[in-house]
């Protein structure tokens, strides 16, 4: 089963930046489209960004568009997201997967990683 690891997330001041990793474990990563999710209590599981195989289309939601860059390198198996900007409402559990997400029986969610921002 592929095996998700987020990694990266921490405490940052409002404003300011941060760069999360997800390494994608069982040699499939590079054909698929993938994305970064991000849900704080209470709420959903939202679509935060997705970057296509070759890397050359990207989606972003508007509430990070201009802020957010997601990136991946397929020899490392690794989606990255960079934080610019962030502000106290970008506080979640981010989690990487699928756009659309794989079945959880292929591939269930990570641990995510926390990113809290300070006011």
């Known amino acids: ?9 921490g405490l940052v001041q409002s404003g300011g930046s941060l760069r999360i990793s997800c ?3 069982g040699n499939i990563f590079s054909v698929y489209t993938v994305g970064w999710y991000r ?6 599981r939202e679509l935060v960004a997705s970057i296509n195989s070759n890397g050359n289309k990207i989606h972003y939601a ?19 997201l960079h934080m610019n ?10 989690y990487c997967n699928a756009d659309p997400p ?3 029986h292929f591939a269930t969610w990570g641990q995510g990683t926390q990113v809290t921002v300070s006011p």
């Not at 900007?85 to 981010?94: I, S």
């Open 1 to 9: 089963q592929v095996q998700l690891v987020e990694s990266g997330g």
């Open 23 to 25: 390494e994608v474990v």
């Open 39 to 44: 849900q704080s209590p209470g709420k959903q």
């Open 62 to 80: 508007d509430f990070v568009k201009g802020r957010f860059t997601i990136s991946r390198d397929n020899r490392q198996s690794t989606l990255y």
């Open 85 to 94: 900007d962030v502000k106290p409402e970008d506080t979640a559990a981010y």
């Open 102 to 104: 794989w079945d959880p």
